[in-house]
């Protein structure tokens, strides 16, 4: 595609359940991220995938969180037992690989998730 | 521990005013620093790139500098309009692939009023 796409925009969900954030990374991009945006904060860094590995999973706040990655191309970040404080706005976003100078991430427009 | 500090906070400025937003690291080994710009909203897009080589690079009214001696950036915006209200961001990048090689600074929030 012509940029990372990811879906849903907007997910509002009760508290207890389980959600699955999607991001559709720019074709041919190897290294994809996740990150964590509360309102008004800076971007939390979950998890970031080279290929379909993920080296640093640092990020991942509880063992509620997981995250995969298939065919080097669409991830899926997992969200199990929602509680309130996971309402944040999830920012995916690619580079053509991790690691090597000069390489520009590109952002998808993130999913905002609400947990009532 | 590496980390990415960015100042100040948050700026108000008048239409057509220049300013200044700074970033200090201490991450290491560097590879590069950018700087990107975040609409409320949407996603950031990245405004410049620069290796440890590079001491300055523009994009349009957006010049970053960069003095890897003391591991300071600034972005200097020049004749602001409204929509350079955004929160803009420095991102460090540590060649050596902590957290994906990608180490951000908190932000700073500009506003610019007419």
């Known amino acids: 595609g012509a940029g990372v796409s990811q879906s849903p925009s907007n997910k509002v969900t009760e508290k207890g359940k389980d959600v699955e954030l999607r991001c559709d990374p720019i074709?041919?991009?190897?290294?994809l991220y996740w990150y964590r945006q509360r309102l008004g904060q800076g971007l939390e860094f979950l998890i970031y995938?080279?290929?379909?590995?993920?080296?640093?999973k640092s990020g991942l706040p509880s063992d509620r969180f997981s995250a995969e990655r298939t065919g080097e191309s669409v991830s899926t970040l997992t969200i199990q037992r929602t509680q309130q404080e996971d309402s944040a706005v999830y920012l995916c976003?690619?580079?053509?690989?991790?690691?090597?100078?000069?390489?520009?991430?590109?952002f998808g427009q993130g999913t905002r998730l609400t947990v009532v | 521990k590496n980390q990415v500090e960015q100042s100040p906070q948050s700026l108000i400025i008048l239409e057509g005013k220049n300013c200044t937003l700074q970033?200090?690291?201490?991450?290491?080994?560097?590879?590069?620093l950018r700087w990107y710009k975040q609409d409320t909203g949407r996603g950031p897009v990245s405004l410049t790139i620069?290796?440890?080589?590079?001491n300055t690079k523009s994009n349009g009214r957006y010049t970053a500098t960069l003095d890897a001696d003391t591991k300071q950036s600034s972005l200097h915006i020049t004749a602001s309009q409204l929509s350079d209200s955004a929160s803009y961001i420095c991102?460090?990048?540590?060649?050596?692939?902590?957290?994906?090689?990608?180490?951000f600074g908190k932000g700073t929030k500009l506003s610019v009023k007419p």
């Open positions: 976003a690619s580079s053509l690989a991790a690691q090597t100078l000069n390489t520009e991430a590109f």
């Open positions: 074709s041919g991009h190897t290294a």
């Open positions: 995938f080279q290929g379909n590995s993920a080296p640093d």
């Open positions: 970033c200090n690291y201490t991450v290491s080994p560097f590879s590069n």
């Open positions: 620069m290796t440890f080589s590079e």
């Open positions: 991102v460090v990048s540590d060649y050596g692939g902590s957290q994906g090689n990608l180490i």
